[in-house]
């Protein structure tokens, strides 16, 4: 007898991975959100403080 792949019923992964896995999905996303942020925030403050810094006295 020949069984092909559509006569293999698909595997279920159980409710509780699936809830953890999502739990984990989400957090390593909000987890990359917040970093990359932080990142944002860090590289504005450099900018202002060259901006500030080195083109004031160009200005006066």
Known sequence: M???A???PPRQLPEH???????????????GYDIIRQKQASLID????????????LLM
């Open 17 to 31: 991975i699936k809830q953890l896995l999502c739990l984990l999905s989400s957090y390593f996303i909000c987890r």
């Open 46 to 57: 450099s900018l202002s403080f060259v901006t500030i810094h080195y083109a004031t006295p």
């Open 6 to 8: 559509v006569d293999i």
């Open 2 to 4: 020949y069984l092909s």
